[in-house]
C-alpha cells in the first residue's frame, strides 16, 4: 500500500505563486505515474497535472499549462505542484494522486493523497 501526504497549502493574492508537496511512502514508485488533481466546492474533481515517478511523460490540463509544472525529487520521494499566477478559479482542494496506468484519470487513481486546501483571493 502506498501512502501519499500533501502540504503546502494556504492562502495567497490572485497573481501569486504557492508551491505543493506530496511525500510518497510505502512502496518503490518507479513504474507508478504521479499526479495532482484538485476538486472545488460543489464541482468534480479535475485533473491538473501527471508524470512518471521515474521521469518524463509530463503532461498538464489546458487550464494551468503555462503556470503550473510538476516536478519530484527522487531522493526524497517528494512530488511537487508549483503554481504561479493563481487565478481566483484555482481554488479548491487539491490532491497528490499515484496510479499504474499511463491514462491517469479519476478512474485509474490507485492512491489518494487527503488533499491540501489552496484558496485564491481576487
Known amino acids: 500500500q502506498v501512502q501519499l501526504v500533501e502540504s503546502g497549502g494556504g492562502l495567497v493574492q490572485a497573481g501569486g505563486s504557492l508551491r505543493l508537496s506530496c511525500a510518497a511512502s510505502?512502496?518503490?514508485?518507479?513504474?507508478?505515474?504521479m499526479a495532482w488533481f484538485r476538486q472545488a466546492p460543489g464541482k468534480e474533481r479535475q485533473f491538473v497535472a501527471s508524470m512518471r515517478w521515474s521521469g518524463g511523460s509530463v503532461s498538464y490540463a489546458d487550464s494551468v499549462k503555462g503556470r503550473f509544472t510538476i516536478s519530484r525529487d527522487n531522493a526524497a520521494n517528494t512530488v511537487y505542484l508549483q503554481m504561479n499566477n493563481l487565478k481566483p478559479e484555482d481554488m479548491a482542494v487539491y490532491y497528490c494522486?499515484?496510479?499504474?496506468?499511463?491514462?491517469?484519470?479519476?478512474?485509474?487513481?490507485?492512491?489518494w493523497g487527503q488533499g491540501t486546501q489552496v484558496t485564491v483571493s481576487a
Open positions: 510505502g512502496r518503490t514508485f518507479t513504474t507508478y505515474v
Open positions: 494522486a499515484a496510479a499504474l496506468s499511463r491514462l491517469v484519470d479519476i478512474t485509474t487513481v490507485e492512491y
